[in-house]
């Protein structure tokens, strides 16, 4: 994991977090209200969003589904969650080929939802409709992904360091070397 947080004299910022498979970065404007840092990333963010494509018939699987970029390349490891008439949804995610629905699944799909936890990214429920086709493509539109949105988060200043408080957890950042340059 790496990462870092610069607040800059003239009020702006600049983070990135690297953690695995997670990158994200900011940048934008702060301000100091009391013991707390409050960030605005400049400009905001547009959330990556997930949009219907092609729908064809297929014999290969009752259910075909394709995850593509605005390029038409496959994207591996979008969870997708199907949902049926009646019974639980089933759970999977895609390869760069795609996903199928198993053949002795007697269900009839009625609905797909897509996730990226990693980014928190989480799609509205497509309707599936098999008579007019079972082989289904969705474009991921990336827009400003990995771009984070710091309006919900604060800071906490403390003695040599500042918190981060995100997603049920803190961040910390080492105050040590502030003051040192012009940041």
């Known amino acids: 994991m790496a990462s870092a947080l610069v ?41 990556a969003i997930f949009a219907a ?14 995850v593509v970029s605005p390029e038409g390349r496959g994207i591996a490891a979008v969870d997708l969650k199907v949902g049926f008439d009646t019974g639980e949804p089933v759970e999977g ?6 996903w199928s629905l198993a053949a002795e699944e007697g269900r009839v799909p009625r609905w797909v939802q897509f996730f990226v936890p990693i980014y928190g990214l989480q799609s509205a429920r497509f309707a599936i ?10 474009v991921l539109i990336p827009n400003d992904l990995g771009i984070l949105d710091m ?10 360091r500042l918190l981060m408080h995100r997603n049920g957890g803190e ?10 340059g012009d940041d």
């Not at 494509?53 to 394709?66: C, E, F, N, Q, Y």
């Not at 309006?151 to 003695?159: F, H, K, S, T």
């Not at 961040?171 to 040192?180: S, T």
Request: hydrophobic fraction near 40%; proline fraction near 4%; aromatic fraction near 8%.
């Open 7 to 47: 607040l800059k004299r003239d009020g702006s910022f600049l983070y990135f977090l690297s953690m695995g498979s997670l990158d994200e970065q900011a940048a934008g404007k702060w301000r100091r209200e009391g013991k707390l840092i409050r960030l605005e990333t400049i400009p905001k963010p547009i959330a």
């Open 53 to 66: 494509g092609s729908v064809a018939k297929s014999d290969g699987a009752p259910l075909i589904l394709h």
């Open 93 to 98: 995610y895609t390869q760069d080929y795609g």
């Open 129 to 138: 409709d098999t008579a007019v086709g079972n082989a289904l493509t969705f």
């Open 151 to 160: 309006a919900d988060i604060v800071l906490e200043v403390q003695p040599g």
């Open 171 to 180: 961040l910390e950042f080492d105050l040590e070397n502030a003051g040192a």
